[in-house]
């Protein structure tokens, strides 16, 4: 007997493959569809998220003392404070700094965040949530359906900073409770400001209501870490290029109204803090002039005096041409030492002794100071007279220089700061946004389409591998030895077929309604081979059996029967299975009388064999169900009733019970001429037809073949099978 080439166990055929999936479409689509449930579920309770975003150009200034420095030094401060590529992101740390969120938090009470107690999933899903709240520097106005309310102040303890509270409202007064012990831990009218002595500290609440409130909320009066770390997980600061010194801000929520001032409240507060910061330095250069100035005036009107006495007193003194050189540099360097003083004292209130500009500046001061000690030496010698008066008019002339310079410095700082507007430009507001940048509802239903399909697939594809039954007929030529008559592909028709039976419907015949159908064909091409089978065989009677139940032996039976019977032979069907045969229902008849009936001699032949709508088909139900279907087919006059009936007709089908449920197939058996088994693609395991082999040769009866059903794409691709093959070894038998 000539074998078909099996296929290695570690190859992959893609082609099959692709048509197990095929074949399991049902399966991939249900996963496809709750995915898209769920994907519906989804934006269902997610609301919309929208985004602001602004600009921030940060501009490279050197502070107003250090223009007032020179130049030399100047250069020192740029080069030791911040550079260009640094200036950028040091603002944008001060963006993201409590100084800048914290404020904005304050001034938006942001920190208050309430929320209904009855917000679940479920509720969510039934219907829209209509609960608002807008916050602004006047309090947390509340908006739930028609009622509203309006928390202009809520100041808690310490210790109930980040703790749930329970807000209740009771005609015209409210409640606090806390969660975690349901104790209450405030009380107060509503519509004034309550000030609540209590162990843990002091609660100033003050809750404004016309509307009759009868929902409850919760309430949290969170820290300021808390509220900057929340704020800043939907906003964000980052350089729009490469030293660019131009930041653009985002912000995201689900209100865009809110984010929008937001936002805009943050860029003003930054701003703000950055003019600040800028007036900051010429403030302290003013404080420091404020005093200066008054004490210099003092000392330059006591030189003057004490010049103009020296003067009175000796009327003129003859000055040498080295006397005035001597007081030119003396009164350069005594002005260069005022000066460096002056900026020393500018930068010590900023800088360690160890800063470079300290120490650059101590540097100066020390040369200069060595100067004027030097020349100090040289005025020491010249006559008495000359070098007093030197000194009153270096005195004088010094004082002058330096009293004239500071007053220019102070009127130009006031001026200075009058117009200052900080390094900072604000390029872009925020604008409230039209569309949601989030959930992208289309995206996400096309993810949900692949994610369902994927799914579907994988399951498909567990379900395949876990169907450990028998896939190809050729498995059961080259380990049973025995050949396969048929096999029958799936049909939709025959699909549907377990859904009928159990609405308790009648059965369509496939063979009569849809005789066309390609599990038709199989069956009607290996008529020749069952011919050939029974030309050896002791009788025409052809037994349909099968290991276990559901593998299709009765529509095998029924239509085979039909098939034989469209050939014009004349066909009895018997429905042998006494248990829970159900062959009447092809038919549309009931179950009695029938074979039970004849055996037990309560009907005649006549009345239990009726005809049917096929030509030439005579149907035997099964009958009443017996309590010993065993012993009735077991007996003499089963037997003796098979014979008779043989004469009669051209074919006898039988329609037996599971070989390894039940012996009624085994007993059946020794009384036919042809033995099919039937098995269920991917649903029988080898080992079920193996038993069911070993019970019939060890009764002694041959089994002649069997039928593969539901023979489903996967398979092989196709529903093609050498029926040549089948035919050859039928005749050989």
Known sequence: MSQNPTKTEDTIDLKELFFSLIAQWKIIALYIIL?????????????NTYSVDALVQVETQKGASAALLGQELSNIMGSSGLGGQQVAQAEIEILKSRLVLGTTIQDLNLDIQIQPKNNSLFKRLITPSEFETQYSRQGVIVKDQLIGFNIQQFDVPQSYLDKSLLLEFKDSSFSLTDLETDEVVAKGKLNQLNTISSVDGLWKIKIDAKDKINEPYILTKQAITTAVNGLLDNYAAVEKGKMTGVIGLNYQGTDKLHITQVLNVILQTYKQQNIERGTAEKEQTLKFLDKQLPE???????????????????????????????????????????????????????????????????????????????????????????????????????????????????????????????????????????????????????????????????????????????KDSSQIENELELPVYATVPRSPIQENRLAVLKKKKNIPILAVKHSDDIAIESLRSIRTAIHFALSGAKNNIIMISGP????????????LATIFAQGDKRVLLIDADLRRGYLHKYFNMGTQPGLTELLTDQASSAQVIHSTEVANLNFMSRGKSPSNPSELLSSQKFQTLLQELSQQYDHIILDTPPVLAVTDGIIISQYTGVNLIVARHAKTQMKELELALNRFEQAGVKVNGFILNDIQRSASGSYGYNYAYAYKAAKDD
């Open 35 to 47: 995915s898209l449930i769920c994907a519906l579920l989804y934006l269902r309770v997610t609301p």
């Open 296 to 470: 210099l005036k003092q000392e330059l009107d006591q030189a003057e005096r004490q010049f103009n006495v020296f003067r009175q007193r000796y009327n003129t003194v003859d000055v040498t041409k080295e006397s005035e050189l001597y007081l030119t540099q003396s009164i350069q360097l005594e002005t260069q030492k005022l000066e460096l003083q002056q900026k020393q004292a500018e930068l010590a209130a900023k800088y360690t002794e160890q800063h470079p500009m300290m120490q650059e500046i101590n540097a100066q001061l020390g040369a200069v100071t060595k100067k004027i000690n030097e020349l100090n030496g040289t005025l020491k010698r010249l006559p008495d007279v000359q070098r007093q008066y030197l000194q009153y008019y270096r005195d004088v002339e010094v004082k002058q220089q330096l009293y004239t310079s500071l007053l220019n410095t102070y009127q130009t700082l006031n001026i200075a700061k009058a117009g200052e507007i900080g390094n900072v430009r604000i390029v872009d507001t925020a604008i409230e946004p039209v569309k949601p940048i989030k959930p992208r509802k289309l995206i996400v239903l096309i993810l949900s389409i692949f994610m369902g399909g994927f799914i579907g697939v994988l399951v498909a594809l567990a379900r395949n591998m876990l169907r450990t039954g028998i």
């Open 548 to 559: 276990a139940p559901e593998v299709g032996k009765s529509f095998i039976s029924t239509n």
